[in-house]
C-alpha cells in the first residue's frame, strides 16, 4: 500500500538548471498539492490539482511550474533553479469529500548551489 | 485569508509528563482543524482532524484535541507521553471550500518542536 510516493528523495542542483519532480498517488484521489518546507516557516502550498487536466497556484507559485497529465501523477518543475528553492518538498493527495485528509508523500530534499 | 499560529516553537518535556500543545487560528467561519505529526527525515502523518460535531476529538497514539470557538484555539493533549512521541508538530486549517466544493491546500502553523527528557 504505497500512498502517495515522490522521486527522488534528495538532489543537488546548480544554479539555472532545471528538473522535474514526480508525485504519485495509488488511492484514486481528485486533489493533489505540492508544499514546500523551510525551516521555522512550516509547510506553504505552491500549487494545487483539483483533477486530472488542471491546475491551480498557491501562495507561493513563482519559479515553479506543475502538471497533471495523469490522475495518479503530479509533476512539479523548476525551469531555471535559483538558491532560494532550496526546500524540502512535499506532495500531497486527498479524496473527494468533507471528511478526507490530505496525505503526505516522505519529502524530496533539493539543494540547489 | 486564514493564519495559525503556534506559540511554541520548541517544548520540552519529561517522558510520562502530560502534554499540551496550543494551536490558535484565525477564520472566518468554521475551520476544517487538524494536527499532522512529522518525525524526522518523515512525512506529515495525520494525528486527528475536528470537521463539527463533538468538539473533543480524538486521534492516534493516545492524542486528542479541544476545538474551543470561542477561543479560536484547537490545542493537543497527551495525558503521558512517551520518548517516541519527540518530533515536530503543525497545527493545520482548511478553508471555507474544503469542504469538497473547493480543493484549496492547508495553511500551516510554523510548527511546535516537541523534546521529550528521559
Known amino acids: 500500500n504505497a500512498g502517495v510516493t515522490q522521486t527522488p528523495k534528495f538532489r543537488v542542483l546548480k544554479t539555472g538548471q532545471s528538473m522535474t519532480l514526480l508525485c504519485a498517488q495509488d488511492?484514486?484521489?481528485?486533489?493533489m498539492y505540492w508544499y514546500r518546507q523551510d525551516p521555522g516557516m512550516g509547510l506553504r502550498l505552491i500549487h494545487y490539482?483539483?483533477?486530472?487536466?488542471?491546475?491551480a497556484k498557491g501562495e507561493v507559485p513563482d519559479g515553479y511550474n506543475v502538471s497533471r497529465l495523469k490522475k495518479q501523477n503530479f509533476l512539479l518543475g523548476l525551469e531555471s533553479a535559483a538558491p532560494s528553492q532550496t526546500s524540502v518538498y512535499f506532495c500531497a493527495s486527498r479524496g473527494f469529500g468533507s471528511n478526507q485528509p490530505q496525505h503526505f508523500g516522505d519529502g524530496t530534499r533539493l539543494s540547489i548551489l | 485569508a486564514q493564519s495559525v499560529t503556534q506559540p511554541d516553537i520548541h517544548i520540552t518535556v519529561s517522558e510520562g509528563a502530560s502534554l499540551e500543545l496550543r494551536c490558535n487560528y484565525s477564520?472566518?467561519?468554521?475551520?476544517?482543524l487538524f494536527w499532522y505529526v512529522q518525525s524526522p527525515g518523515q512525512g506529515l502523518q495525520l494525528l486527528l482532524k475536528y470537521f463539527s460535531g463533538d468538539t473533543l476529538v480524538q486521534g492516534i497514539k493516545g492524542f486528542e484535541a479541544e476545538f474551543k470557538r470561542s477561543q479560536s484555539s484547537f490545542n493537543l493533549r497527551k495525558p503521558s507521553v512517551h520518548w517516541s512521541d519527540a518530533a515536530e508538530y503543525f497545527c493545520a486549517v482548511g478553508p471555507e471550500g474544503f469542504s469538497g466544493g473547493g480543493a484549496d491546500g492547508l495553511t500551516f502553523g510554523k510548527g511546535t518542536h516537541l523534546i521529550i527528557q528521559p
Open positions: 490539482s483539483v483533477g486530472e487536466g488542471t491546475t
Open positions: 477564520y472566518g467561519a468554521t475551520p476544517y
Open positions: 488511492m484514486n484521489h481528485e486533489y
